[in-house]
């Protein structure tokens, strides 16, 4: 295992022996690991590994689960999603999961409803739509009638409407054109630089790990590997199972 | 021409009925999987409602929101004591689980209110006729048209107007996201059932004016055409439920009134060979839609 | 699951409301009740039990049937379902039961009978009005009610006498009770001249006339008489679309009507006629048992089948008495040569017929919400139109 030397922030997310099961099935066997304030810390691993089970079963989409999740040094392992959220942790689901006849601004509205005053709905409301123009120009457009991009963006609007400080992130990029792609990790990097703390799962992982700050691989669903985002890359396992050296 | 008008009025009448019936299985239906048989059940609260109310002293016109009250009441206590525990389970289980729960209730009925009808003194006022055009057209009938109108529109601005039903209708596509706008699954699901309490207890006031009484068992025959309806919308589709309800309605006055007389006996086969004249041509429903009932 | 486990146990505690058998005493009437206390045919079983139940109270208090004959009842609920029927029929049949009661409707009592027939066990249904019902089964199958063929020709010869004409009927095939007897009506009203000038249908619980209603309204030339064996609820609702339509065509009904409900439709039943079971004029036994009953129970008997299951039970106590035993045979024979047994709702008899008695039907007009009797008495068999 590598170890990071530099000086670290306080992690906002602990997780701590993580386990779930689908059925017989162990998914998780035991995950440990921490996403430190302001960071972007990335989830690495082959399909099937357990990294959306992961963010899942720690959002609390996942309900039966064994080990801790704390956030901002609370055990949220027990609470349902909407308690979570209201706590300031969101997930951007896998495949954007969009509502398809809903339009734009209802998705945002949706997203705010959190928010305890019309008022703050309609700051956060304003930011987002100053952040994504596309979404204004789309602002009554149903939701099922934009594009892959498009989508992910309000996916990702969505989910910021909630104001989190820790917003999980599944595969952002899955799906869309390069240039596309290249806007959605602007965009990532965009809001790391306001102060928001990212858990990011990816299958770009030469990508993924020039945004981050430090990374997890997991296999099997345990964390194999971990380190910051350069000892990563230049880790021999890395290279040789992800990035093709 | 004028008897064809008429029945078009006749149609719109029972038409609005199953509407609103339909459309409160589907509400509950899309946002988790469930076929409430017991809504029905619903309907029959509501007639004990209105006859405990009027017992009680309370004017009429202030006996029918408090016997509406009754079925919302209901809906929710039902979705908190039977429906909860088995949220997320197969649609086999939710379909048993709400037969058990309409059996119960019609039992507890016959056997701690009355196995017999109950008589509802309608007011006089209200069985007369009103005549539009040389159209007759009976108050029940007419209040019965309005208030569907009212309910249907209502019920579309509370679902694009506000955020509960905003979020209904987004659970309906996609409940676990909704979740993860911190919005309160339990809350999302209880409106559910408190609107679908609400269709059925407006419903049921409407079918027990017209008939005059309330008994236990009164609740299935309904329900089983709103099943219907909502079938030949595709189950879950708001829009869809509407449209059912009223075309089952339409099928069924039009089939009474233009079938020859020796044929008559047959009208609800008729009506029933034209349901699955629908599914054959689009199985799913009318205006079916995709739906991920995933908690 | 927790719920459902919960659902388990209130299901099991009301079914578990079937009084569990005791061994009889060698001379101990052990009725079996294969009846309904849940279910569509609950509200006319429970009345009957009552009903029953209150003659035999009566009827133990003097040391039982001819002071030697003690009555226990065993009940079991048929949740209103025919093969239910059959099955606790069987089982009250292994309980060595001397005589049983089936539901007031022909097809459980139908299932039921076979199995009693073949166990020759004399079998009652509580208020069946089917008169093919007793063919059906067997000689050890009898009714307790006015046959719908008699109650139809009382009603045509009405109608004769009030010089209507042409005449319309309203009838369903859901059931034999509204589909056979506005036929039997046909066939009477025609026999004596009148007319059918049109049939309508309905669905039972359907509730909605909008289009039967405006068809009645547009028939030229318009019927004197609308006659219908619809019950609730689709007999309000009938005739209150009907009225709300602007038709005051006279509608004669069937006992079916007899029930609040009827009469909490005010105006709009003024005028109507009906058959029924009985009638409470001043000082009749009906009356008396009314008021016997309500002072016993605290509650207003609303409805003639309480008065019917507590004649069953004279009907059952004069048997036993005339065969002197509780043999089954014996028994059976002793009912079918009855004649004259005064019932609190008229005479039953029961020699020369086929198993459905002769008792009387009241013929009752509503009248300022209340009951008017128009005729009572059992009519010519001539006038009778064969089952």
Same mark, same amino acid.
């Given at each position: 295992m590598l170890l990071?030397?530099n000086?670290?922030p306080e992690a906002?997310?602990?997780?701590r022996?993580l386990?779930?099961?689908y059925?017989p099935?162990e998914a998780?066997?035991?995950?440990d690991?921490s996403?430190?304030?302001g960071?972007?810390?990335t989830?690495l691993?082959?399909?099937g590994?357990?990294?959306s ?11 039966k689960?064994?080990?801790n999740?704390?956030f901002?040094?609370?055990?949220v392992a027990?609470?349902?999603p909407e308690?979570?959220?209201r706590m300031?942790?969101?997930?951007t689901p896998?495949?954007?999961r969009i509502?398809?006849?809903l ?14 005053s019309r008022?703050?709905i309609?700051?956060v409301r304003e930011?987002m ?8 120009e789309?602002?009554h457009?149903k ?6 991009g498009?989508?992910?963006m309000?996916?990702?609007?969505r989910?910021?409407m ?7 992130m599944?595969?952002?990029s899955?799906g869309?054109a390069?240039?596309?792609v290249?806007?959605i990790f602007d ?7 306001r102060g928001l ?5 990816e299958?770009?992982v030469s990508l993924?790990?020039?945004v981050a700050?430090?990374?997890?691989v997991?296999?099997?669903?345990r ?8 000892e990563?890359?230049n880790?021999t ?8 050296a | ?13 029972l038409g609005?009925?199953?509407a609103?019936l339909?459309l409160?299985?589907?509400v509950?239906?899309s946002i988790?999987?469930l076929i409430n048989?017991?809504h029905?059940e619903l309907?029959?609260?509501?007639g004990y409602g209105?006859i405990?109310?009027?017992l ?6 202030l ?5 509406v ?8 206590l039902m979705?908190?004591v039977?429906f909860?525990?088995?949220r997320?389970a197969s649609g086999t289980t939710?379909?048993?689980t709400?037969?058990?729960v309409?059996?119960?209730i019609r039992?507890l ?7 017999r009808p109950m008589a509802?003194?309608?007011p006089?006022a209200?069985s007369g006729t ?6 007759h057209?009976g108050i029940?009938q007419?209040?019965s048209?309005l ?9 579309n ?5 506000t ?6 209708r ?10 993860l706008?911190g !919005?309160?699954a339990n809350?999302?699901v209880?409106t #559910?059932? %408190?609107i679908s309490? /609400? &269709? ?5 006031? @409407?079918?027990?004016a017209?008939?005059?009484s ?6 299935f025959?309904?329900v089983?055409k ?5 079938? !030949?919308g595709g189950?879950?589709s708001?829009?869809? #439920?509407v %449209?059912g309800?009223? /075309? &089952?309605?339409?099928t069924e006055?039009? @089939?009474?009134?233009f ?5 008559l ?6 009506a029933i060979?034209l349901?699955?004249?629908?599914l054959l041509?689009?199985p799913q429903g009318?205006?079916a ?6 908690l | 699951m927790?719920?459902k486990?919960k659902?388990l146990c209130?299901t099991?505690m ?5 009084l569990?058998?005791?061994p009889a005493?060698?001379?101990e ?6 009846t309904a ?9 429970q009345?009957s039990?009552?009903g029953?139940?209150m003659?035999?109270?009566?009827i133990?208090a003097?040391?039982g ?7 226990k009842?065993?009940i079991?609920d048929t ?5 239910q029927?059959?099955l606790?029929?069987?089982?009250l049949?292994?309980q ?5 009661i089936t ?7 139908i ?9 020759q066990i004399?079998?009652f249904?509580?208020?069946a009005t089917t008169?093919?019902m007793p063919?059906?089964?067997?000689d050890?199958?009898?009714g307790?009610?006015?046959?719908d ?9 009405h109608?004769?006498?009030q010089?209507y ?12 009770y509204?589909l056979?007897l506005?036929e ?10 009148g007319e059918?000038?049109?049939?309508g249908?309905f669905?039972m619980g359907?509730?909605d006339?909008?289009?039967e209603?405006t ?5 030229n030339?318009?019927p004197?008489v ?5 019950y609730?609820p689709?007999?309000p609702a ?14 004669l009904?069937s006992?079916g009507i007899?029930s ?7 105006k709009?039943?003024?005028?109507v006629v009906?058959t029924a079971a009985g ?9 008396k ?6 002072q016993r129970?605290?509650?207003?008997p609303d ?6 299951g507590y004649d ?12 002197d ?6 028994i059976r024979?002793?009912?079918a040569s009855l004649?004259k047994v005064p019932g609190v709702t008229?005479p039953i008899?029961?020699?020369g017929?086929?198993g ?5 039907v ?5 009248k ?10 059992v ?6 139109p064969a089952?």
């Amino acid at each position: 295992m590598l170890l990071s030397l530099n000086p670290l922030p306080e992690a906002i997310l602990d997780v701590r022996g993580l386990k779930v099961a689908y059925g017989p099935v162990e998914a998780l066997k035991g995950i440990d690991l921490s996403v430190r304030k302001g960071q972007i810390v990335t989830l690495l691993g082959a399909n099937g590994a357990g990294k959306s089970s992961t963010l899942n079963a720690i959002v609390g989409l996942i309900g039966k689960k064994a080990g801790n999740i704390l956030f901002k040094g609370r055990d949220v392992a027990s609470l349902s999603p909407e308690r979570i959220v209201r706590m300031g942790m969101t997930l951007t689901p896998e495949g954007r999961r969009i509502f398809p006849s809903l339009s734009v601004d209802e998705h945002l509205l949706l997203g705010g409803a959190a928010h305890s005053s019309r008022s703050s709905i309609r700051e956060v409301r304003e930011d987002m739509l100053e952040r994504f123009p596309i979404l204004r120009e789309r602002l009554h457009q149903k939701a099922g009638s934009l594009s892959g991009g498009e989508q992910q963006m309000l996916a990702i609007a969505r989910s910021m409407m909630s104001s989190p400080e820790l917003l999980l992130m599944d595969e952002p990029s899955l799906g869309l054109a390069p240039q596309v792609v290249d806007l959605i990790f602007d965009l990532i990097i965009g809001l790391r630089d306001r102060g928001l703390t990212i858990l990011l799962v990816e299958q770009n992982v030469s990508l993924s790990l020039e945004v981050a700050d430090y990374g997890y691989v997991m296999a099997n669903g345990r964390i194999v590997l971990s380190g910051t985002a350069d000892e990563l890359r230049n880790s021999t396992e890395v290279q040789g199972a992800y990035l093709g050296a | 021409m004028d008897m064809f008008l008429q029945q078009l009025v006749n149609a719109l009448s029972l038409g609005g009925t199953y509407a609103l019936l339909a459309l409160g299985l589907a509400v509950v239906f899309s946002i988790m999987g469930l076929i409430n048989f017991a809504h029905g059940e619903l309907m029959t609260a509501a007639g004990y409602g209105l006859i405990f109310s009027l017992l009680l002293g309370v004017p009429f016109a202030l006996a029918l929101p408090a016997a509406v009250v009754v079925a919302i009441l209901l809906a929710v206590l039902m979705e908190r004591v039977a429906f909860r525990s088995v949220r997320g389970a197969s649609g086999t289980t939710l379909l048993l689980t709400s037969f058990a729960v309409s059996a119960i209730i019609r039992v507890l009925f016959q056997n701690f209110i009355s196995a017999r009808p109950m008589a509802v003194r309608i007011p006089m006022a209200l069985s007369g006729t009103i005549e539009i055009a040389g159209l007759h057209l009976g108050i029940i009938q007419a209040i019965s048209i309005l208030v569907t109108i009212a309910m249907l529109v209502g019920l579309n601005l509370f679902l694009h107007r506000t955020v509960l039903g905003r979020a209904m209708r987004a659970a309906a596509e996609d409940f676990a996201i909704v979740r993860l706008m911190g !919005i309160r699954a339990n809350a999302v699901v209880a409106t #559910a059932f %408190a609107i679908s309490g /609400l &269709l059925a207890g407006v419903a049921g006031v @409407l079918w027990v004016a017209q008939r005059g009484s309330v008994d236990p068992l009164m609740g299935f025959l309904p329900v089983l055409k709103a099943f219907i309806a909502a079938i !030949i919308g595709g189950l879950g589709s708001l829009s869809g #439920a509407v %449209a059912g309800g009223f /075309l &089952l309605g339409f099928t069924e006055v039009f @089939l009474q009134a233009f079938l020859p007389e020796s044929l008559l006996s047959y009208r609800d086969a008729f009506a029933i060979i034209l349901v699955i004249a629908v599914l054959l041509y689009a199985p799913q429903g009318l205006l079916a839609r995709r739906t991920v009932v995933k908690l | 699951m927790k719920s459902k486990i919960k659902a388990l146990c209130i299901t099991t505690m009301l079914s578990g409301m079937a009084l569990s058998p005791l061994p009889a005493t060698a001379q101990e009437l052990l009725i079996g009740l294969a009846t309904a206390q849940t279910g569509n045919l609950a509200p006319y079983d429970q009345p009957s039990l009552k009903g029953l139940e209150m003659a035999v109270e009566e009827i133990n208090a003097t040391g039982g049937i001819a002071g030697k004959f003690p009555i226990k009842l065993i009940i079991k609920d048929t949740r209103s379902d025919a093969a239910q029927t059959a099955l606790a029929a069987q089982e009250l049949i292994d309980q060595g039961v001397n005589i049983m009661i089936t539901p007031c409707d022909a097809d459980p009592s139908i299932a039921a009978g076979q199995i009693t027939q073949a166990a020759q066990i004399p079998t009652f249904s509580f208020c069946a009005t089917t008169p093919t019902m007793p063919i059906a089964v067997g000689d050890y199958m009898f009714g307790n009610y006015p046959a719908d063929n008699v109650q139809a020709a009382v009603l045509a010869n009405h109608a004769i006498e009030q010089g209507y004409k042409r005449a319309y009927i309203l009838k369903s095939p859901d059931s034999a009770y509204t589909l056979k007897l506005p036929e039997y009506f046909a066939t009477s009203f025609k026999a004596k001249g009148g007319e059918i000038v049109g049939e309508g249908t309905f669905s039972m619980g359907q509730q909605d006339f909008g289009a039967e209603v405006t068809k009645i309204k547009a028939l030229n030339p318009a019927p004197d008489v609308i006659m219908t064996a619809a019950y609730e609820p689709d007999f309000p609702a009938f005739i209150r679309q009907l009225r709300s339509a602007g038709v005051d065509t006279p509608i004669l009904g069937s006992d079916g009507i007899d029930s609040p409900t009827t009469f909490g439709l005010g105006k709009l039943v003024e005028g109507v006629v009906f058959t029924a079971a009985g009638f409470a004029t001043e000082g009749s036994p009906l009356a008396k048992f009314n008021a016997k009953y309500k002072q016993r129970t605290g509650q207003e008997p609303d409805t003639n089948y309480i008065a019917n299951g507590y004649d069953l039970g004279k009907v059952i106590e004069a048997a036993v008495t005339k065969a002197d035993g509780i043999e089954p045979t014996a028994i059976r024979n002793a009912i079918a040569s009855l004649e004259k047994v005064p019932g609190v709702t008229g005479p039953i008899t029961y020699v020369g017929t086929q198993g459905m008695p002769l008792r009387s039907v009241a013929l009752v007009r509503i009248k300022d919400g209340g009951r008017e009797l128009v005729s009572q008495g059992v009519p010519a068999a001539a006038d009778v139109p064969a089952p």
